[in-house]
């Protein structure tokens, strides 16, 4: 199984023979390239190379740096990874109005559906769930009656209380915030190595964006976060912690399905964006799988691990 590296002590990164190394209090620690999904350094004093780098990049490996609060914050990725990226591009550009409302109409009636899944799997009362549910069959294409929003306010009250707020400055926020990055990140590395430009959206598209696709195609996969700050409230304090936030970058690893198979995050978020080439390619928004929320399991075992 591939793994992320995540640097809170190291005082210098390098490349060694296609290793990492990670120097810290007179010790180093290699990690073979190979074997590297990610990078996230939690670190402002860490010196990086520039072999190591572009080694990284070559080896469509992402690296995410976080701020002085632990929080991501800037995000590094591989170019030129596609065969014909310039073909991928035009055709972004050339999808039509039609068919982008279709494909945002089935990515929102995906993630309510993994909304309510979650607050199942979280135990909320049925009542609570039920308005979410009928809300499924009222999300039109584009979602003109934004039936997205609509449904967010009663979700995250129902998951998390009365008193919660998405603009509180608080440990809640933090670790939605912590994962929802994390999880934006994996997808945005995918759809480049699928040859996409990231500033296309579907549905987003702030000028100032960098990832509008990226935040468009995460959308289904954010009630994953959710549930795991729902598990995890006993372990949240005031602010997160390192386990907190290694369980968090551990996310694209758990379990989730993909059509009738339990895959872990990061490989069925392959398939997702490969789904995607293939509506895009046959103009059939029908022909994007969409993940489905299940239990995060730590212990899962994945046939594609090898």
Known sequence: MWRTVIVTKGEKLTLRDNWLVVYSDNNEQCVPLGDIYSVVIDNRAALVSVSLMAALAEANIHVIFCDSKHTPTALMLPMNTHYKPFGVIKRQLGLSDEFKAVLWQRIVKQKLTNQIICLKLAGINTDEIKPIEEMISEVLPNDKTNRE????????????????????????????NYGYAIIRSAVAKTLVAYGYNCVLGIHHINEQNAYNLADDMMEPLRPLVDLWVDNSRDDLFEELTKTNRRDLVDLVNVPIKMGKKKTRVRYAIDKYISSLTSAIEKNDPGLLQLPTLIQIDEMFEDDEDG
Not at 149 to 176: E, H, M, P, Q, W
């Open 149 to 176: 929003a609509a449904a967010a306010k009663r979700y995250f009250i129902a998951l998390f209380g009365n008193s919660f707020r998405r603009i509180k400055d608080d440990v809640t926020n933090a670790a939605l």
